[in-house]
Each structure stands twice: as structure tokens, then as C-alpha cells.
Nanobody
Framework: QVQLVESGGGLVQAGGSLRLSCAAS????????MGWFRQAPGKEREFVAA????????YYADSVKGRFTISRDNAKNTVYLQMNSLKPEDTAVYYC????????????????WGQGTQVTVSS
């Protein structure tokens, strides 16, 4: 079992930056692949970024590639999402998720989810 708690969301102007954190607890939390997803009102949850348990490989949605960076610190059981050059269309609730094995972009592949943190980008 893995428990996930996101933090770092807030209100930012377009072009600004935010860093989200996801603290994981559980005996094997550092061995899980981690993903960030987001959900805007009236839309389906969509993939943002993922990272392997070692941090050696990452994968990004085209919409955030070059602007967002996912990373992890296994000593702190924490995964980060650095978001730069934010746009109003990045406004959503951001969720982190964990899964055993390989990283995936499909939300249905992740059994463990945090409660989400709101990111609002004003124009």
C-alpha cells in the first residue's frame, strides 16, 4: 500500500512557474514508477509526465514537453513536477499516482492516487 500527498499548487500568472511535490509513504514507495496527471473541469483526467522508480527514464505529454520536468528524490520518497512557462490551459487539479513495474501514460494503470492539488494560471 502506498499513500500519496500532493502539495505546491496555487494561483500563478501566465508565464510563471510552480513546483508540485508528491510525498509517498509506505515500505516500498521508492520502488514504484510515478506519474503526474491533471483534470480540468468537464474534461477527462489526462497524462502529464511519468518517471521510473530509479529516475533514469522520464516521459512527457506533448503539451508539456520542454516546459515541465518530473524528478524524484527516493531518499525523501518525494516526486516533483517543475512547471515553467505556465499557460492558462494548464489550469487543472494535478494528481500524482504510483504503480509497480513500468511507467505508463494510462491513468487506469495506476492503483494509487493522491487527493490532488489545484493549479490555476491566470491570463
Amino acid at each position: 500500500q502506498v499513500q500519496l500527498v500532493e502539495s505546491g499548487g496555487g494561483l500563478v500568472q501566465a508565464g510563471g512557474s510552480l513546483r508540485l511535490s508528491c510525498a509517498a509513504s509506505g515500505r516500498t514507495a521508492s520502488s514504484y514508477a510515478m506519474g503526474w496527471f491533471r483534470q480540468a473541469p468537464g474534461k477527462e483526467r489526462e497524462f502529464v509526465a511519468a518517471i521510473t522508480w530509479s529516475g533514469g527514464s522520464t516521459y512527457y505529454a506533448d503539451s508539456v514537453k520542454g516546459r515541465f520536468t518530473i524528478s524524484r528524490d527516493n531518499a525523501k520518497n518525494t516526486v516533483y513536477l517543475q512547471m515553467n512557462s505556465l499557460k492558462p490551459e494548464d489550469t487543472a487539479v494535478y494528481y500524482c499516482a504510483a504503480k509497480d513495474g513500468n511507467m505508463w501514460s494510462l491513468p487506469s494503470r495506476y492503483p494509487y492516487w493522491g487527493q490532488g492539488t489545484q493549479v490555476t494560471v491566470s491570463s
